[in-house]
């Protein structure tokens, strides 16, 4: 369910799309993950989430949330998005406490069927900007 990048995003080619903004998240002067924020098309208001921290030191000391809070404030203009989602595991219990702690909400449950046939229950998450 994660990717480590935008799905717009092209290695090797232009960095600039008009359908994301993405950040690197540093903590006491190391890279510690990276967020973006990305839309399906120009005209759409809403974006999906995508956040990846690399390094476990951190987990659980509201790196996750902070890096959220800014980045949603950063690219709200930037994209201009009036709402923010994402699908998260419901195992998942530090992301979704996190994601809870920055104001989204759950507005679903589903369940994805994994290639093997595992099932991976999840909440699609929704954040409105106002």
């Given at each position: 369910m994660s990717r480590i990048y935008?799905?717009?995003?092209?290695?090797?080619?232009?960095?600039?799309?008009?359908?994301y903004t993405w950040y690197v998240i540093n903590v006491g002067g190391k890279d510690a993950g990276t967020i973006w924020l990305e839309k399906e098309s120009v005209q759409n208001t809403r974006a999906v989430l995508g956040i990846l921290l690399g390094r476990e030191e951190i987990m659980g000391k509201g790196v996750g949330s902070a890096a959220i809070c800014a980045a949603v404030a950063r690219s709200r203009d930037i994209l201009g998005i009036e709402s923010v989602s994402l699908n998260v595991r419901i195992a998942n219990k530090r992301a979704v406490s996190?994601?809870?702690?920055?104001?989204?909400?759950?507005?679903?449950?589903?369940?994805?069927i994994q290639e093997g046939g595992e099932t991976v229950p999840f909440y699609r998450i929704e954040l409105p900007i106002e």
């Amino acid at each position: 369910m994660s990717r480590i990048y935008p799905y717009d995003f092209k290695p090797g080619g232009d960095t600039y799309s008009p359908l994301y903004t993405w950040y690197v998240i540093n903590v006491g002067g190391k890279d510690a993950g990276t967020i973006w924020l990305e839309k399906e098309s120009v005209q759409n208001t809403r974006a999906v989430l995508g956040i990846l921290l690399g390094r476990e030191e951190i987990m659980g000391k509201g790196v996750g949330s902070a890096a959220i809070c800014a980045a949603v404030a950063r690219s709200r203009d930037i994209l201009g998005i009036e709402s923010v989602s994402l699908n998260v595991r419901i195992a998942n219990k530090r992301a979704v406490s996190c994601y809870r702690a920055c104001g989204f909400l759950v507005i679903e449950e589903g369940v994805k069927i994994q290639e093997g046939g595992e099932t991976v229950p999840f909440y699609r998450i929704e954040l409105p900007i106002e």
